[in-house]
Nanobody
Framework: QVQLVESGGGLVQPGGSLRLSCSVY????????IAWFRQAPGKEREGVSC????????NYDDSVKGRFTISRDNAKKTVYLQMNTLKPEDTAVYYC??????????????????????WGQGTQVTVSS
């Protein structure tokens, strides 16, 4: 049974920063990729960024490129999302998820939620003055 636990969310002013963490517990089945998704009220869940467990290759949605950075610590089984220059439109519940499929196999669909099978409960990020 895989359990993912997100932390680090909160309220921040526009232009501020937050760092989210996703810790993986109880892994009995290996995974290849961990991703961050977000879902704002009334909107679809969208992919933000992902990182390969093996070689650390990354992918970002255009809306966060240059502002967000994903990283991993395999020894701690933790993935981080450093979010800088936050905007009100970044407000959402942020989820991490794992996939048993490699980035190469995803073939351009690395940020599609349909490629991910284990999900955390989410952490709220609110960007507001």
């Amino acid at each position: 049974q895989v359990q993912l636990v997100e932390s680090g969310g909160g309220l921040v002013q526009p232009g501020g920063s937050l760092r989210l963490s996703c810790s993986v517990y109880g892994v009995t089945l290996d995974y290849y990729v961990i991703a961050w998704f977000r879902q704002a009220p009334g909107k679809e869940r969208e992919g933000v960024s992902c990182i390969s467990k093996s070689d650390g290759s990354t992918n970002y949605d255009d809306s966060v490129k240059g502002r967000f950075t994903i990283s991993r610590d395999n020894a701690k089984k933790t993935v981080y999302l450093q979010m800088n220059t936050l905007k009100p439109e970044d407000t959402a519940v942020y989820y991490c998820a794992t996939s048993g499929v490699s980035i190469k196999t995803m073939n351009g669909l690395e940020l599609s939620r349909y490629n991910y099978d284990h999900w955390g409960q989410g952490t709220q990020v609110t960007v507001s003055s």
